[in-house]
């Protein structure tokens, strides 16, 4: 992308006097939550869909685990 703009005498933008990328993450920290969808096999070769939830600013974790497929997407 660098290329692409400096070849179209784009220079880059200025430095802003905005928080750093870590102090928006620690201000916003209440308020992010990483989650991720994944399935399991179990020994017995069932199959386990979780869901899994982290909240950034406690570290707390939740997770959610079904026998049954979630419905396609649509």
Same mark, same amino acid.
């Given at each position: 992308?660098?290329?692409?703009?400096?070849?179209?005498?784009?220079?880059?933008?200025?430095?802003?006097?905005?928080?750093?990328?870590?102090?928006? *993450?620690?201000?916003? &920290?209440?308020?992010?939550? @990483?989650?991720?969808?994944?399935?399991?096999?179990?020994?017995?070769? +069932?199959? *386990?869909?979780?869901? &899994?939830?982290?909240?950034? @600013?406690?570290?707390?974790?939740?997770?959610?685990?079904?026998?049954? +497929?979630?419905?396609?997407?649509?």
């Amino acid at each position: 992308m660098w290329a692409i703009l400096k070849k179209a005498g784009v220079d880059p933008a200025p430095r802003r006097s905005g928080p750093t990328w870590a102090q928006f *993450l620690k201000a916003q &920290a209440s308020g992010i939550l @990483a989650c991720d969808f994944f399935s399991v096999e179990t020994v017995m070769l +069932a199959r *386990l869909y979780c869901f &899994a939830v982290v909240e950034h @600013a406690t570290r707390g974790s939740t997770c959610s685990v079904s026998r049954r +497929a979630p419905p396609p997407a649509g």
